[in-house]
């Protein structure tokens, strides 16, 4: 990402939820070892989780959540016209995230058990690029708050903003860990971009791919590993779509 050039010694962000529950914002918020130095760099606008104050002006938009109403449109836009910056964070923001689940299934399937005969205003699962341009999109379910305070820095001080290329089995080997698929689980750290410290993996619980997928994956070879250790091809399937994070290699599975 290019250096925007603002003029003025902090940067003035907001931060809006839309279809989530609002834990990545929460994992920011709760960042006690850092969060009075970072928020030292901003001037917050808008950000519910912090501030009761509302600003209507901001250059950075932090966005977490999918689109799942046409009023959720209409303001995703609004937000997008005003800010110079807009970054998609979260595994909802970035690919629909386990709300596209939802998308598997009729309307009337989605919401009969709850609100029976009543009419809910809801539309198909969107990811945030699908309705506006996204400058940047930082993934993870919930996202990682070491990650959004150096992106965040990054832009705020003109430097390169990037994420890791390679995949969460290369951090999961720094830990140290002895690898899920020895242990007969199905686990998506081959093909899922790094970034997370392999924290689930670690904790003996097998990558879901949260934060989407690593580049330069090779979905064929990870394919042929889950078959060579006759592990479930349906697990497997119900684990590429969880995220809605590997559409591709899902669909290209059977």
């Known amino acids: 990402m290019q250096h925007l050039g603002f003029s003025h ?12 529950c609002e834990g990545c914002q929460l994992q920011l918020a709760n960042r006690e070892s850092s969060l009075v130095e970072f928020l030292d760099l901003l001037d917050i606008r808008n950000f519910r989780e912090i501030s009761s104050e ?13 689109i799942s109403r046409e009023d959720e449109v209409q303001r995703l836009k609004a937000i997008r016209n005003q800010a110079k910056v807009l970054i998609a964070y979260g595994s909802c923001a970035c690919f629909g995230g386990i709300n596209s689940l939802k998308n598997s299934f009729t309307t009337e399937q989605c919401v009969r058990d709850v609100y029976g005969d009543s009419h809910v205003d809801t539309l198909p ?3 945030i690029s ?19 305070e150096h ?18 089995c290369v951090e999961c080997k720094q830990q140290l860990n002895t690898c899920l698929f020895d242990l007969g689980e199905i686990c998506l ?3 899922t971009r790094a970034g997370c410290k392999a924290v689930c993996p670690t904790g003996k619980t097998a990558c879901l791919g949260c934060r989407g997928p690593a580049e330069d994956l090779n979905g064929a070879s990870f394919l042929q590993l889950v078959a060579d250790r006759g592990l479930s091809m349906d697990e497997l399937d119900e684990k590429l779509r ?13």
Request: net charge negative; aromatic share 10%; glycine share 8%.
């Open 189 to 191: 750290g081959p093909i």
């Open 130 to 148: 699908d309705v506006v341009n996204v400058d940047f999109s930082i993934p993870g379910c919930p996202v990682s708050k070491e990650e959004v």
């Open 125 to 127: 699962v969107r990811r």
């Open 54 to 66: 509302r600003h209507d002006d901001y250059d950075i938009a932090l966005v977490e959540g999918s």
């Open 151 to 168: 992106i965040i820095v990054s832009i705020a001080t003109g430097a390169m903003v990037s994420l890791p290329k390679y995949p969460v």
């Open 9 to 20: 010694s902090k940067l003035k962000i907001g931060s809006f939820d839309f279809t989530c």
């Open 242 to 254: 969880f995220y809605n994070c590997f559409e591709d290699l899902s669909n290209g599975k059977s």
